[in-house]
């Protein structure tokens, strides 16, 4: 059985739970055992209760728990159905040990990285137009999936659209904005670039107020894809 218990991570005693559990977003659920040992985490809240219930489940079977899959992590290194689940339970506790996504890619071949778990891996990791993964990924852009390849142009749009937040606080970063917003377009993203450049076009209208250039690049898009 769980006892359950809220906190306001942000006052009181709830700030240093935060801080020692690596909460990052909320709402965040931890469950823990006795000794307050992290077993499993639910970051952001699914609409559907039985994905509470699922985390539950695997708190409870130790090898699905945090630390079992830590200290089995390299006996079952070549495992994506394991590897998916330790990616993605280790990522939204921010214990994802820097570099290990790279290493675990790099022993399969591209083809192999469409396979559903290591497709989820990538879709869920993959945040860096510079990252090696990314870029094999770009230069075997034909033999990719719809959603991988949907996945490469999202990395650059969200690039992108940091650096746009930026330009909406600082006018003088325009000019280093379209400049990078050209190379990666022409340089960086592989395959078509239109749907990318409508995005980008309504982003940059609306943050301008601009309503009459959001509406001609809405509609482009939408004459464009539908």
Known sequence: NFVCV????????????????SVRAYPTLLYLDAEGSLLQIQRGAPQVGQAYIDKGNMALNEEQTIPY?????????????????????LNDAGQLEEGLFGRYMEQFSVKEWTEEENTNIILNLLREHEHTVYQ???????ELTPRLQKHLEDV???ALLRQLYRVRKDSSALPAYQKEKERLLTEVVPGPTERLRFRLEAREAKMNRDWEAFAEACQGAVKTYY
Not at 9 to 18: R, T
Not at 69 to 89: S, V
Not at 136 to 142: I, P, R
């Open 6 to 21: 809220s906190f306001d991570m942000e006052k009181g005693e709830g700030k240093e739970i935060a801080e020692n559990y």
């Open 69 to 89: 899959m830590t200290a089995h992590r390299e006996a079952h290194f070549d495992e994506p159905a394991f590897m998916e689940n330790y990616f993605l339970t």
């Open 136 to 142: 094999q990924l770009a230069q075997n852009y034909e």
């Open 156 to 158: 650059v749009y969200y």
